[in-house]
Each structure stands twice: as C-alpha cells, then as structure tokens.
C-alpha cells in the first residue's frame, strides 16, 4: 500500500510538474507572441508615418505600445509631443530605460517641451542637440539659419523632420531661396514615398540652377496634383525670377523651349483661357518689360480685384493715350496729363506734357496758335518734350488737346 501511495503521490507531482511548466510555456509563448506582433507593428508604423498615412500609423503605434510598454521604439511612436499626459508618459518612460534607450527618450523629452513652448529642455550632445537649438529658435519666430550637423554622431529621424519643416516654412515666410531649396531636398530624401515627397522634389529642383529643363520638366509631371503643382509654382516665383518663364510654362503644359518672344505670347494665352494659378501679376510684369500691352490686356480678366485697378491704371498710362488718360484723370488725378509751364525763343515753344506716373504722350494731340491748327510736321517729340516749330511773333495764345479735352492752355510771348 505505500508503494502504492508513493507511486500515486510521485504521479501526481509529475502532473503538477507538467501542468506548471505548460504554464511557464504558455506565458513564455505568449511573451514571444506579443513581442514579434509588438515589433511588427512598430516596422508598419514607421512605415506608414513615411508614407504620410497618419491614421494608420498612429493605429499600429498604439498596437506597438501595448504589446511593449517598456520599450522605447514602440512607446515613442504612440507618443503625441504636444500632449501633457504623453509627456508624463515619457517622464515615466525615462524611468524605466538606462543608457542609449534612456537618452533617446530625453530627446524625446526635449522635442516635447521645445514643440509645447517651455522652457526648461535638457540639454542633448550631438547632431539632435543641434536640431533642437534650431527648432527651438525657429518657433520663436527667429529669422532661419544654415543648419549644418556634426559628422560624429547621426540625429534622430523624427527630430530631423520635424526642425526641417519648420525651417522650410520659414525660410519660404522670409523668401531665401538657398534654405528653401536646402530643407526642400532633405525632406524630399527622409520620406521618399509621403504624399508630400514629390513636390519637395519639384520645389528643390526649381530653385537648383543645376537642374536643367527637361529635368524640372520630368519633376514637374510627377506631382499627380496639377492645383499643388500650380501653387507650389506660384509661391517659387519671386525666389527664382530667371527661370519664372519657365515655371510658368511647365504648369501650363506649354513647350518652355520656344523663343522667349513666343514663349510670353502662348503663356499669357494659356493663364487667360484657364485657370493656371499663375502668378498673373508676375507674368503681367514681363509683358510690360517687353512692351507687349496688347498681351497685358488679354490679363486683365484673370487679375485678383485689388490688382485690377492699379494694372489697368499701368496700361492705360504705359499706352500713352493722352485722351484716355485725359478722360481717366477726372477720377484718378495721378494719371490726368499735364504740361509744364512752356519755355520760349524766336521760332520754337517747348513744353513737358506728362503725369504723376511719368507718362510718355504715344497718341496724337491737337496744338492750335492764336486759334490755328499747328500742322503735324511741326510738332516734334523726345519723350514727354514736345517742341513746336512757329514763325509768330508778340503775344501768342497756345491750347493742347486730346480729343475733345483740353490738356494746357496759356498765353506766350515770343
């Protein structure tokens, strides 16, 4: 009977035994299970993050932390920097990580205080270091900066993106094409497959003078986003005024090859039958420089209403329409024509006939003498300096008109 019992007991002990190291088994194959699902999601988060899909990524994050809530590269995912109660996370964090791992999430610890505007961010070695004294600067309000890291240590991605953004959008605030196309070209690199990541490309090849045109052409085509692209070309334009033309042709689907002369005429065709979001001002500016107010014209349409004013004012007066501009005048004094006091001698009457906006008279004008049509042959012009040829002599009475107006009127003696 005791063997019996004995042999009975030693089975159950077995029993026990067994059932206590499935358990074991068990936590330990549940452990394994949580870690691979909590390490997988972390490589889809980041995937996603690079990708710009926010909402996924921030699912997988979350996944990522409540698998591993001891492990930095999963909790730091989940993390919103501008948060209070993920800061207190990250307080706790710090807590229960040594060394590297520790480090990194007082980096974290910093870009949180730094993007939440408070003070007291330690201080971090390194490239990271660097970012975030630039960060911090740049969301003061400071004027942006070369930032130029160290080669012995490597920064963090998230610091990297998130300084190289705020340096991009100041640098286009303050319009410094070197810094633009510098943050541009480094965004671009870090997320290649974000929705975002080909128009970086486009921005930084459109301010590289190395980037020749079928290269800007071939960057333009890929930003599927024509209103972006049309945009993006808008902002560039004052940064890169010697390759305007061409930026404007690339978003209006025109060959930027042509003759210069023929490239501003089908422009200013493509903006007037479309809506290009082109710089119409900018483009309205080069035809004045080329003298083509014909094609200034074809613009006004498409002009925002507190430009249209002041560019059918600048028109009219580079025209030179003496009537027109007579005609304007009565509501506008800046451009009613006026004359100087004439100047006389023996045989010649001189006089300025001009306006506010320096006008140069291009159209006809009627001078009567002593009630007499002057002939056309003696009137002569230099610019706004118009001299009369006249054999009269004593007091002589003059009267400019334009049309219908009369523009000067006075009584000489010569």
Not at 1 to 16: E, K, V
Not at 100 to 128: C, F, N
Not at 245 to 273: F, H, R, T
């Amino acid at each position: 009977m005791i063997d019996r019992i004995g042999t009975r007991n030693l089975g159950f002990a077995q029993l026990l035994l067994a059932a206590i190291l499935l358990i074991i088994g068990i936590t330990l194959a549940m452990s394994s299970w949580n870690r691979w699902t909590g390490i997988s999601d972390i490589g889809t988060a980041r995937s996603r993050l690079m990708e710009g899909n926010a909402e996924a990524a921030k699912s997988r994050a979350s996944s990522a932390a409540r698998a591993l809530p001891n492990e930095p590269a999963a909790v730091l995912l989940d993390i919103d920097i501008a948060k209070d109660p993920d800061y207190a996370r990250l307080e706790t964090l710090e807590r229960k990580t040594k060394g590297e791992q520790q480090q990194l999430v007082r980096t974290a610890e910093a870009l949180s205080l730094i993007a939440r505007k408070h003070e007291g961010a330690p201080e971090i070695a390194g490239a990271d270091g660097v970012l975030l004294k630039a960060l911090t600067e740049l969301i003061k309000g400071s004027p942006p900066a070369s930032i130029v890291l160290p080669k012995d240590s490597a920064p963090h991605y998230s610091v990297l993106v998130m300084t190289y953004v705020a340096q991009l959008q100041a640098a286009l605030r303050v319009q410094d094409p070197v810094l633009v196309r510098e943050a541009a070209g480094v965004l671009a690199l870090l997320m290649p497959s974000h929705p975002e990541g080909r128009a970086l490309e486009f921005v930084a090849g459109a301010l590289d003078p190395a980037c020749d045109l079928p290269r800007l052409q071939g960057l333009a085509q890929q930003v599927t986003d024509k209103k972006k692209l049309q945009a993006i070309a808008h902002s560039l334009a004052g940064m890169a005024r010697e390759r305007a033309a061409q930026l404007d042709a690339v978003v209006l689907g025109i060959n930027p090859s042509s003759s210069p002369e023929k490239l501003l005429e089908l422009q200013v065709q493509a903006a007037a039958a479309q809506d290009s979001g082109v710089d119409i001002a900018g483009l309205a500016r080069r035809c004045f420089d080329a003298g083509r107010m014909d094609l200034a014209k074809l613009l006004l349409p498409k002009m925002p209403p507190t430009a249209l004013g002041p560019m059918r004012s600048a028109i009219l007066n580079q025209e030179g329409d003496v009537a027109e501009l007579a005609k304007a005048g009565m509501t506008d004094a800046t451009l009613a024509p006026r004359a100087s006091k004439a100047r006389c001698r023996k045989g010649l009457i001189a006089f300025q006939l001009s306006n506010d906006l320096g006008m140069v008279p291009k159209s006809a004008i009627i001078v009567k003498l002593n009630g007499v049509d002057v002939a056309a042959d003696k009137i002569t012009r230099n610019a706004s300096l118009i001299a009369i040829d006249t054999a009269l002599t004593g007091s002589v009475s003059i009267e400019v008109r334009a049309g219908n107006r009369i523009v000067y009127s006075d009584a000489l003696t010569l």
